[in-house]
């Protein structure tokens, strides 16, 4: 957020406020034992964001997706292009995000996405 749009980390902040304004934050995987990525791989969490993206697919306002990574990106064939915009990204995980996270101002791009389908930016701010 500092590198994008200038916003200082918060040490104490929440996302709610993100959630206000309509951000969804769903990961493919929506648990997983400590310390051990995709542990819960392939437990059916999936199908249940797979239907969550379906879903969102349906609406009639177009929905920009904001997909993180390879598991996200692969998420991009349950979306329609021509009625929804897909920004895809590097994931912001400690083990990846110095390979192109950082810099490539998501956020941004995003606020940019909202004001060409005529919507109101996002405040990012995390208070």
């Known amino acids: 957020l500092e590198s994008d749009l200038g916003y200082l980390p918060s040490k104490k902040g929440t996302l709610t ?6 951000i969804l934050l769903l ?9 051990e990525a995709n542990s819960h791989k392939n437990k ?3 199908k249940f964001t797979d239907i969550i993206i379906t879903k969102l697919n349906e609406k009639s306002d177009p929905v920009i997706f904001l997909l993180w990574g390879n598991y996200a990106k692969k998420k991009s064939k349950l979306i329609n292009d021509k009625k929804h915009i ?3 990204g590097i994931h912001p995980s400690p083990l990846s995000a110095y ?4 810099g490539s101002k998501p956020f941004s791009t995003v606020n940019n996405a909202l004001k060409s389908i005529n919507k109101k ?7």
């Open 27 to 35: 990961n493919s995987v929506l648990t997983v034992r400590q310390s």
């Open 86 to 88: 897909i920004i895809e």
């Open 121 to 127: 930016e996002i405040d990012w701010e995390i208070k």
């Open 17 to 22: 406020s993100w959630a206000e304004q309509g």
């Open 44 to 46: 059916g969490w999936e």
């Open 99 to 102: 390979g192109g996270f950082f």
